[in-house]
T-cell receptor, first 117, second 120 residues
Framework: AQTVTQSQPEMSVQEAETVTLSCTYD???????LFWYKQPPSRQMILVIR??????QNATENRFSVNFQKAAKSFSLKISDSQLGDTAMYFC??????????????FGKGTKLSVKP | EAGVAQSPRYKIIEKRQSVAFWCNPI?????LYWYQQILGQGPKLLIQ????????DSQLPKDRFSAERLKGVDSTLKIQPAKLEDSAVYLC??????????????????FGAGTRLSVL
């Protein structure tokens, strides 16, 4: 069974600085997706960034980028130029590409990020 | 494009009562999910629908939870009778399907704002 581990329950960063959130996962699959979702106090999960396991190039979305290390099963999120609006819970998630569980997201426990002015 | 709609936003009930949640996915999205998010944890899948058929309900406590998606659009999730440990946020999500490749389109799920259930 797949598992996702986020070892940092809480983190804080000063506005405009850079922060990295860690995520490791375990799977025997070779094809899968990895995601970072943001959940602000409004509770709505918002997709931040997505990585396809068969792509070696790390995904980037504006101020957000990932460091995907497939062999190490590591998937960290880097937020550059942190903004107050980045304050939220961040969840790392895994999804199979094929099979009966295709699409089902398996989430870590989350990291609470606070951006301080 | 309208997002995933859920109602109610909040619900407080006493244990052993019943409760129902409603979800309207993004128009045209064939796949619908219900997740349970207990405080301090990540969401956990309860059930996945493909149109009006169940794809995966292996983690749904079927003795008390039920879900349906009769016309392949809206869905309801019901708990009867509720227990204290059912207190959680219930999230609905939907995703489009790439019929050419029989894969979920980019495996991206769009979430609603959830229903916070408190069982007293």
């Amino acid at each position: 069974a797949q598992t996702v581990t986020q070892s940092q329950p809480e983190m804080s960063v000063q506005e405009a600085e850079t922060v990295t959130l860690s995520c490791t996962y375990d799977t025997s699959e070779s094809n899968y997706y990895l995601f970072w979702y943001k959940q602000p106090p409004s509770r709505q999960m918002i997709l931040v960034i997505r990585q396809e396991a068969y792509k070696q190039q790390n995904a980037t979305e504006n101020r957000f980028s990932v460091n995907f290390q497939k062999a190490a099963k590591s998937f960290s999120l880097k937020i550059s130029d942190s903004q107050l609006g980045d304050t939220a819970m961040y969840f790392c998630a895994f999804s199979q590409l094929y099979g009966g569980s295709q699409g089902n997201l398996i989430f870590g426990k989350g990291t609470k990020l606070s951006v301080k002015p | 494009e309208a997002g995933v709609a859920q109602s109610p936003r909040y619900k407080i009930i006493e244990k052993r009562q019943s409760v129902a949640f409603w979800c309207n996915p993004i128009s045209g999205h064939a796949t619908l999910y219900w997740y349970q998010q207990i405080l301090g944890q990540g969401p956990k899948l309860l059930i996945q629908f493909q149109n009006n058929g169940v794809v995966d309900d292996s983690q749904l406590p079927k003795d008390r939870f039920s879900a349906e998606r009769l016309k392949g659009v809206d869905s309801t999730l019901k708990i009867q009778p509720a227990k204290l440990e059912d207190s959680a946020v219930y999230l609905c999500a939907s995703s489009a399907r790439d019929f050419q490749y029989q894969l979920l389109a980019k495996n991206i799920q769009y979430f609603g704002a959830g229903t916070r259930l408190s069982v007293l």
